[in-house]
């Protein structure tokens, strides 16, 4: 099963990279662009696991590992069975 | 409009980042994990654009600016109207 996590910083937190992607993309002349948050994409791929067993790893692994839940959120989502 | 984009290396590239965590991962006894790939994923908020202009705006600063289109590849959609 292949599922992909996404780590961003909670809306709270100020985000630096972002920030500079955004001024680069206006002296670019893309001014159309009013804001860019940018974060971390995780896809793994898990072996025998059901979608109940994923179901508790997946939070667990985010929690643990892939994000600082002091400053990050995280959102995931099964991408192949 | 709001905007995801995905960017991650292409496939033939090796991802020492994903690597780091697969070791972690099964350090910590998730033995279930078979691979990790890491990514980039930016949400950008486009201003006064229609969907016809983010299907051109969208790929070209992804190209230009998002992705390296030499080693990475990138997806996106639009996740706000």
């Given at each position: 099963?292949?599922?992909?996590i996404?780590?961003?910083?909670k809306?709270?937190v ?32 898990l ?6 067993e ?10 643990k590992?892939?994000a ?9 989502q099964?991408?192949?069975?």
């Amino acid at each position: 099963m292949k599922v992909r996590i996404l780590v961003s910083f909670k809306d709270s937190v100020l985000d630096p990279q972002g920030q500079t992607v955004k001024n680069a993309l206006h002296t670019l002349g893309y001014g159309a662009v009013r804001d860019v948050r940018q974060g971390k994409v995780f896809e793994i791929d898990l072996a025998g696991v059901s979608r109940a067993e994923a179901e508790t790893i997946v939070p667990e692994i985010s929690d643990k590992v892939l994000a600082n839940p002091i400053i990050e959120k995280f959102a995931w989502q099964i991408i192949e069975e």
